[in-house]
């Protein structure tokens, strides 16, 4: 298999973690988006979108967006899984999940942010913006898993909705955001950080890091 993605992409993050957790090997191949070189038009073919992560397969298998490229690999190497098995968990699971990678953050991504500047909207502004993005739905989030047993998001395994948070944190802090406030998706977090999946999956811990 083939990840392309990029160190501090929260999406490839995500992605990363999943391969990890199941014991696969993807050779990484980055893609500087801050340089653009995701809309090289050789990249284009594999995703239209020009964004991370995309994931080849073996036999010409391309599969774009995280959520997608991380259920079928739960569905392709079911252990350990990602996803409950009661249905109402797994709801529960992928709600959060897309509370996280649909509504915080495409509003705070690299592509936005560079067209808000483009735009004209002062640096002091936009960083209020992503700030202001993390901050209202990580609340939201934390009040999703407040009646959870953890010390996971949903319980005593990782599951999507922790491969999402971790990486999310992370933006939050990186956009100046106080995230104590938030004790539920911290205690998750902690917990997450402890297994060597999640370490090796950090950005730092990529080779194309800076």
Known sequence: MKLHGYFRSSAAYRVRIALNLKGLTAEHLPHHLRKGEQMAPDYLVLNP???????????????TQSLAIIEWLDETHPNPPLLPKDPLQRGKVRAFALAIACDIHPVQNLKVLARL??????????????????????????????????PFCFGAAPTMADLCLVPQLGNARRFGVDVSGFPRLLEAEAAAKAMKAFADAAPDKQADAE
């Open 49 to 63: 979108q020009g964004l991370v992560p995309t994931l080849e397969g073996d036999g010409g298998t391309v599969l």
């Open 117 to 150: 500047r483009q735009l004209g909207v002062a640096e002091e502004k936009v960083t209020e913006w992503a700030a202001w993005a993390n901050r209202e739905g990580l609340s939201a989030c934390e009040a999703l898993i407040k009646g959870e047993k953890g």
